[in-house]
């Protein structure tokens, strides 16, 4: 494990590096236009010379054993290069899905091949209504007489990567309630529509279900437990992304105001810009500390990680969002351009901000977590 | 952790094991049990306020007999010769247990005062005056801020002219914590007006029994008077109290200042402490039947979620202490998210109260939040107004540059200035 502070340096440097190289704004521009989204030679090397799939898988699946806290300085570096890539609903939603259901079978199927990058995955929750809340969840899983197989008919919205994903988690509900299955590529009555997103470095797909054959994974009906453990580990994953998102747009405003004259002066020697700078500054170093804290929270097992991931998911939305918004006025004009990265950063933190529900759902859950 | 500091942390637990029992877990709130008192201002009778006093003092003189008075401090002056950050270690332990609260002898005199006299002052002071403040006798208070300087310290008016082989002092100060309590106070004084306002400064040590002192309470918007005015009137300074050279006193200045920054910021067990505790929160919505009010559940939830990233901030920041790493920006941060949660806190709550807390209906926890509702204007000024702590945060960690114009180069007895106070409400 690493617990020091230069191995986490250590890694930090070699994925920026890694991004410095293969994900530039002209890369993510190029990669966000085209169908899959990504670039696959991107994923593969990813995979290949930064082992980057694996990082948080166990090593009995193939992976390297590592935590929250690795996996969210990783996560903190992808969201500051605005990266295109399957990498969270493979990594966070899909593989944390498939350790939070306890299925060992279902772990040793899947998990090594997204450990290597051969496998991309994702998590199909929400529907129609865009809640992630499993007790709302209207596909129905029905058993096959006689085979010990399931069969799936609903429609999945929102779900992340879901054109391109090899491995397809769908959250269904039988006569137990709602539960996890797994659904090939490829399997008949399976359809997959790409969705226009407001964020256009992040795939999301309509998929269609008919009659489709999956597997359960897990138990019956404890698809309610599994979700909230679920999607406290991708909160606190998402909340890692954002806070690398927000820093980002931080160094662009405090590069700019450094370096842009107007009234004969550098236009961060005026306080008005100079303390929205400050405020920018003040929401990201919450927001870092609040996901850095849920990792490792989370790799400790604390009991309080849930509440802990919650307060962060919402630090983070706001953080991001916050700076993202600032940054454009900073930037004046420039910052309201196509060209300019600006509004690309906007669009990611308007997008997380609301991925699993936003403000009308988050301030709840936080609540709910503390046990008050 | 390195090897030293778990020494110096053993010898910390056996001291204090020895001495003071551990702190109760702070039990499970309940509504209506208890002190319902929720101010940040202590707003003590005088009686209490002088027993804590002597609680204080006799805790320090503990801590100073067992080499934990000073432990930055120099062996010669009664110091352990240890490192800040050794000191901030023993302060995280100490909070574990349940000791006198010393905030009277420490924030000012010990945090601040003491390692200036030690940079700056002349070997007479430093003999007669840092081994007794350590030990608790002698209680230091800081004669900075003016009426016409706030924000614009070096702009004092204060004069100190040399006179009876020695220096005059004529002059107010203002804002001055502990001032009725101390036997020094360290002064900022102008000695030339002709310079530059940061060059014509020089700082002495004053007694504050000295013919010409004259300390009156300054009641603040609270009600209370936790603050003073200092009048100066032709007090005598003997020139072996002056610390730093003639004109040299803005220097002096940035050492005490740099300690507060060190001082400030760690509030987890401040004079509010518990006020922002979801369980305190909740319990309150309960008890004024808005539990289920869905806009307000909405704000405890944005609040309670800053609070827990403040806290993340600084516990990070001890941690970075512990494994002998500077803080970083999280110390300022914490501080300012600090005021601002407890604004948002106390207004939050008066949403939940409406009118019992602009009526007192003699309800346990209810009309009590009054006083901190009051104090939290404060929370954004002292130690810094919010608007010079977003100039520091930009300028020395985003690396903006300063506001030009600002006139560091005329006389100070050129610069324009404030109407003279006469006219004021």
């Given at each position: 494990?690493?617990?020091?502070?230069?191995?986490?340096?250590?890694?930090?440097?070699?994925?920026?590096?890694?991004?410095?190289?293969?994900?530039?704004?002209?890369?993510?521009?190029?990669?966000?236009?085209?169908?899959?989204?990504?670039?696959?030679?991107?994923?593969?090397?990813?995979?290949?010379?930064?082992?980057?799939?694996?990082?948080?898988?166990?090593?009995?699946?193939?992976?390297?054993?590592?935590?929250?806290?690795?996996?969210?300085?990783?996560?903190?570096?992808?969201?500051?290069?605005?990266?295109?890539?399957?990498?969270?609903?493979?990594?966070?939603?899909?593989?944390?899905?498939?350790?939070?259901?306890?299925?060992?079978?279902?772990?040793?199927?899947?998990?090594?091949?997204?450990?290597?990058g051969?496998?991309?995955?994702?998590?199909?929750?929400?529907?129609?209504?865009?809640?992630?809340?499993?007790?709302?969840?209207?596909?129905?899983?029905?058993?096959?007489?006689?085979?010990?197989?399931?069969?799936?008919?609903?429609?999945?919205?929102?779900?992340?990567?879901?054109?391109?994903?090899?491995?397809?988690?769908?959250?269904?509900?039988?006569?137990?309630?709602?539960?996890?299955?797994?659904?090939?590529?490829?399997?008949?009555?399976?359809?997959?529509?790409?969705?226009?997103?407001?964020?256009?470095?992040?795939?999301?797909?309509?998929?269609?279900?008919?009659?489709?054959p999956a597997?359960?994974?897990?138990?019956?009906?404890?698809?309610?437990?599994?979700?909230?453990?679920?999607?406290?580990?991708?909160?606190?994953?998402?909340?890692?992304?954002?806070?690398?998102?927000?820093?980002?747009?931080?160094?662009?405003?405090?590069?700019?105001?450094?370096?842009?004259?107007?009234?004969?002066?550098?236009?961060?020697?005026?306080?008005?810009?100079?303390?929205?700078?400050?405020?920018?500054?003040?929401r990201?170093?919450?927001?870092?500390?609040?996901?850095?804290?849920?990792?490792r929270?989370?790799?400790?097992?604390?009991?309080?990680f849930?509440?802990?991931?919650?307060?962060?998911?919402?630090?983070?939305?706001q953080?991001?969002?916050?700076?993202?918004?600032?940054?454009?006025?900073?930037?004046?004009?420039?910052?309201?351009?196509?060209?300019?990265?600006?509004?690309?950063?906007?669009?990611?933190?308007?997008?997380?901000?609301?991925?699993?529900?936003?403000?009308?759902?988050?301030?709840?859950?936080?609540?709910?977590?503390?046990?008050? | 952790?390195?090897?030293?500091?778990?020494?110096?942390?053993?010898?910390?637990?056996?001291?204090?094991?020895?001495?003071?029992?551990?702190?109760?877990?702070?039990?499970?709130?309940?509504?209506?049990?208890?002190?319902?008192?929720?101010?940040?201002?202590?707003?003590?009778?005088?009686?209490?306020?002088?027993?804590?006093?002597?609680?204080?003092?006799?805790?320090?003189?503990?801590?100073?007999?067992?080499?934990?008075?000073?432990?930055?401090?120099?062996?010669?002056?009664?110091?352990?010769?240890?490192?800040?950050?050794?000191?901030?270690?023993?302060?995280?332990?100490?909070?574990?247990?349940?000791?006198?609260?010393?905030?009277?002898?420490?924030?000012?005199?010990?945090?601040?005062?003491?390692?200036?006299?030690?940079?700056?002052?002349?070997?007479?002071s430093?003999?007669?005056?840092?081994?007794?403040?350590?030990?608790?006798?002698?209680?230091?208070?800081?004669?900075?801020?003016?009426?016409?300087?706030?924000?614009?310290?070096a702009?004092?008016?204060?004069?100190?002219?040399?006179?009876d082989?020695?220096?005059?002092?004529?002059?107010?100060?203002?804002?001055?914590?502990?001032?009725?309590h101390?036997?020094?106070?360290?002064?900022?004084?102008?000695?030339?007006?002709?310079?530059?306002?940061?060059?014509?400064?020089?700082?002495?040590?004053?007694?504050?029994?000295?013919?010409?002192?004259?300390?009156?309470?300054?009641?603040?918007?609270?009600?209370?008077?936790?603050?003073?005015e200092?009048?100066?009137?032709?007090?005598?300074?003997?020139?072996?109290?002056?610390?730093?050279?003639?004109?040299?006193?803005?220097?002096?200045?940035?050492?005490?200042?740099?300690?507060e920054r060190?001082?400030?910021?760690?509030?987890?067990?401040?004079?509010?402490?518990?006020?922002?505790?979801?369980?305190?929160?909740?319990?309150?919505?309960?008890?004024?039947?808005?539990w289920?009010?869905?806009?307000?559940?909405?704000?405890?939830?944005?609040?309670?979620?800053?609070?827990?990233?403040?806290?993340?901030?600084?516990?990070?920041?001890?941690?970075?202490?512990?494994?002998?790493?500077?803080?970083?920006?999280?110390?300022?941060?914490?501080?300012?998210?600090?005021?601002?949660?407890?604004?948002?806190?106390?207004?939050?709550?008066?949403?939940?109260?409406?009118?019992?807390?602009?009526?007192?209906?003699?309800?346990?926890?209810?009309?009590?939040?009054?006083?901190?509702?009051?104090?939290t204007?404060?929370?954004?000024?002292?130690?810094?107004?919010?608007?010079?702590?977003?100039?520091?945060?930009?300028?020395?960690?985003?690396?903006?540059p300063?506001?030009?114009?600002?006139?560091?180069?005329?006389?100070?007895?050129?610069?324009?200035?404030?109407?003279?106070?006469?006219?004021?409400?």
């Open positions: 494990m690493t617990d020091t502070k230069e191995d986490l340096d250590e890694l930090r440097e070699a994925v920026r590096d890694f991004l410095a190289a293969k994900s530039p704004q002209s890369a993510v521009r190029a990669a966000m236009e085209t169908e899959r989204h990504h670039d696959p030679a991107v994923w593969e090397q990813m995979a290949r010379q930064l082992r980057l799939p694996g990082l948080a898988i166990p090593d009995e699946y193939g992976g390297d054993g590592f935590g929250l806290t690795e996996l969210g300085v990783v996560l903190e570096e992808m969201g500051a290069a605005l990266l295109c890539s399957p990498f969270f609903a493979t990594v966070v939603l899909a593989a944390q899905s498939l350790l939070a259901s306890g299925d060992e079978a279902a772990c040793a199927r899947y998990l090594p091949g997204i450990a290597a051969q496998t991309i995955a994702t998590l199909a929750a929400a529907e129609g209504n865009a809640s992630w809340d499993p007790a709302m969840v209207t596909t129905r899983a029905h058993h096959v007489t006689g085979g010990g197989g399931w069969v799936l008919t609903g429609k999945k919205n929102f779900v992340i990567d879901g054109a391109i994903a090899d491995l397809v988690l769908v959250v269904a509900r039988s006569t137990a309630g709602p539960a996890l299955f797994a659904v090939d590529r490829g399997a008949p009555g399976l359809r997959a529509e790409p969705m226009t997103t407001l964020d256009p470095t992040r795939a999301m797909a309509v998929l269609t279900l008919e009659q489709v597997a359960l994974v897990g138990a019956e009906g404890q698809g309610g437990r599994l979700m909230s453990r679920v999607l406290d580990l991708a909160c606190a994953a998402l909340a890692a992304e954002q806070a690398g998102g927000a820093r980002r747009c931080l160094e662009m405003s405090a590069a700019y105001a450094r370096t842009r004259y107007q009234f004969g002066r550098p236009i961060g020697s005026f306080q008005a810009v100079k303390h929205k700078c400050a405020d920018m500054l003040v990201v170093e919450l927001a870092e500390a609040a996901a850095r804290e849920a990792g929270l989370a790799d400790e097992g604390a009991a309080d849930p509440a802990a991931a919650a307060a962060a998911h919402i630090c983070c939305s953080g991001y969002l916050f700076a993202a918004t600032e940054n454009i006025q900073v930037h004046g004009g420039t910052g309201f351009t196509w060209e300019h990265p600006a509004h690309l950063y906007f669009r990611r933190a308007k997008s997380a901000e609301l991925m699993f529900g936003g403000p009308a759902v988050y301030h709840e859950r936080l609540l709910d977590r503390l046990g008050i | 952790m390195p090897d030293d500091m778990q020494d110096f942390t053993r010898a910390v637990r056996d001291f204090l094991d020895a001495h003071a029992p551990r702190a109760a877990e702070p039990g499970q709130f309940r509504w209506g049990e208890g002190d319902d008192r929720v101010a940040y201002f202590s707003a003590d009778p005088p009686e209490a306020e002088e027993r804590k006093l002597d609680a204080a003092r006799g805790w320090q003189r503990i801590r100073y007999e067992n080499g934990f008075g000073w432990i930055s401090g120099p062996p010669e002056y009664g110091g352990r010769g240890l490192t800040p950050l050794h000191e901030l270690l023993y302060d995280a332990i100490e909070s574990e247990y349940e000791v006198p609260d010393t905030g009277t002898l420490s924030v000012i005199g010990l945090g601040m005062i003491g390692p200036t006299i030690l940079a700056h002052g002349q070997p007479a430093k003999d007669r005056y840092l081994p007794a403040m350590y030990r608790g006798d002698v209680i230091a208070c800081q004669l900075f801020s003016e009426p016409a300087a706030g924000s614009d310290l702009s004092l008016q204060t004069r100190a002219v040399p006179g082989g020695g220096w005059v002092l004529d002059g107010q100060k203002v804002w001055t914590s502990v001032a009725q101390s036997q020094i106070g360290m002064a900022l004084c102008r000695t030339d007006p002709d310079a530059p306002k940061h060059q014509g400064i020089t700082a002495f040590l004053v007694d504050m029994g000295a013919p010409g002192v004259e300390v009156r309470p300054l009641r603040q918007m609270t009600g209370g008077a936790d603050f003073n200092v009048f100066l009137t032709g007090v005598r300074v003997p020139d072996d109290h002056r610390l730093g050279e003639v004109g040299d006193g803005w220097r002096v200045a940035l050492t005490t200042l740099m300690n060190a001082t400030v910021g760690g509030e987890g067990s401040g004079p509010a402490a518990g006020v922002l505790s979801p369980e305190r929160l909740s319990a309150l919505m309960r008890a004024t039947w808005t289920d009010d869905r806009a307000l559940r909405r704000d405890l939830s944005g609040l309670l979620a800053d609070v827990m990233a403040t806290g993340c901030l600084n516990a990070r920041a001890a941690r970075r202490m512990q494994a002998g790493v500077a803080p970083g920006p999280e110390m300022s941060v914490a501080k300012l998210m600090y005021a601002q949660n407890l604004t948002r806190a106390a207004h939050f709550v008066s949403h939940l109260l409406g009118p019992r807390i602009i009526a007192d209906t003699g309800e346990w926890g209810t009309y009590a939040w009054a006083e901190l509702l009051l104090a204007p404060a929370l954004r000024i002292l130690g810094g107004t919010e608007e010079i702590m977003k100039n520091i945060l930009a300028e020395r960690v985003l690396g903006l300063k506001e030009p114009g600002i006139d560091t180069r005329s006389p100070f007895r050129d610069l324009p200035r404030s109407p003279s106070p006469g006219g004021r409400a």
